[in-house]
C-alpha cells in the first residue's frame, strides 16, 4: 500500500465516522458492508408507460448514485444484486439490453473507481455471459485489483445455491487431491471457497420494491444479517433512503445468537 493509498483509507475511516456523527449514531452502529437487492426496475418503467429496459437503465444510474454515496459515507463494502442465474428466463430482446448497459457502465464507471480507490470483485459464474460483459467485468477488476478503499461487489449471473454447489466441488477436489482432510472442512474453509472469499459477511440487506423474499442471494453470508426492505422502487431509491435504512440498522440490537442488553435498556 502506497502513501497516497493510506491517505485515502484514512480519509474513509474519518468519513466513517462523520456520517456516524451527522446521523446522531455511534460509528459502531454503523454498518460495514451493505448488500442490496436492487428491485422494482420494471415497475418503474410500467408506471410511466415506458418499456422495462428504460427501468433498468434508470436502475443502472440509480446504482453510481448509491455507490458514490457508499464511499462518500466511508462505507467499507457494497454488494449489489444485479442479475441472478434465474433472470436468463426473461425474454431475450430485455436480457439483451442490461447486457449493454452491464458492459457500457462497467467501462463508464472505471475511472471514477480508480479515482476513489475502489475495487470491483465479481461475484458469479462467468460463463453465459456475453463476451463484451466479461472484457469489461475483467478488465475493470484487473484496473481496480490494488485499489485498497471502498470494495465494490457486483452479483452479475449470481446464485447462492450455485455458490454454495460450486465451493462444495472445489472443496471436494482439493479433498481427492489429498490436500484437504475432512477436519479441516470448517465454517471458515467454507468461507474461504464462497466467490465472497476475503469479504466480511453483509451487516445489513436491503431490499428495495417491498418484496419479503431473499431471492437466493448471499444464503451463506447473510446468515445473522439485519434485513431493510421499503417500497421504494430501485430507480427512486436515493440518498436519502439510504440514510433512512442505515438509522433503522443502527437501532438494531445485533445479539448473534447471545443474549445482550438492549439499546434502548
Known amino acids: 500500500m502506497n502513501n497516497e493509498q493510506r491517505t485515502m483509507n484514512k480519509n474513509a475511516e474519518t468519513r466513517f465516522n462523520q456520517t456516524a456523527a451527522r446521523l446522531g449514531i455511534k460509528p459502531g452502529d454503523m454498518p460495514r458492508h451493505i448488500a442490496i437487492i436492487m428491485d422494482g426496475n420494471g415497475r418503474w418503467a410500467q408506471n410511466r408507460g415506458l418499456p422495462r429496459y428504460e427501468g433498468h437503465r434508470q436502475g443502472g444510474k440509480t446504482a453510481e448514485k448509491i455507490s458514490q454515496c457508499c464511499v462518500d459515507f466511508g462505507i467499507e463494502v457494497l454488494t449489489l444484486y444485479s442479475f441472478s442465474i434465474e433472470n436468463w428466463k426473461r425474454p431475450q430482446e430485455e436480457i439483451d439490453v442490461l447486457m449493454h448497459l452491464y458492459a457500457e457502465y462497467l467501462d463508464k464507471m472505471r475511472p471514477t473507481l480508480m479515482e476513489d480507490n475502489v475495487k470491483l470483485v465479481h461475484l458469479g459464474r462467468m460463463e453465459r455471459l456475453p463476451q463484451i460483459v466479461k472484457k469489461a467485468l475483467t478488465d475493470t477488476a484487473k484496473a481496480t485489483e490494488k485499489n485498497t478503499g ?54 445489513l440487506l436491503i431490499r428495495t420494491a417491498n418484496e419479503m423474499r431473499v431471492s437466493n442471494f448471499l444464503l451463506w453470508q447473510i446468515s445473522y444479517c439485519e434485513f431493510y426492505v421499503t417500497e421504494t422502487l430501485w430507480p ?30
Open 236 to 265: 427512486d431509491f436515493e440518498k436519502a433512503d439510504l440514510e433512512k435504512a442505515i438509522l433503522a440498522y443502527a437501532k438494531r440490537t445485533r445479539r448473534f445468537g447471545a443474549v445482550v442488553d438492549s439499546k434502548d435498556g
Open 150 to 203: 471502498m470494495v465494490f461487489a457486483l452479483a452479475l449471473n449470481y446464485g447462492s445455491r450455485v455458490e454454495i454447489i460450486d465451493a462444495t466441488r472445489e472443496i471436494a477436489r482439493k479433498h481427492k487431491a489429498g490436500r484437504l482432510s475432512l477436519e479441516d472442512i470448517d465454517e471458515k474453509c467454507i468461507d474461504s471457497h464462497l466467490y465472497t472469499a476475503g469479504l466480511p459477511d453483509p451487516d
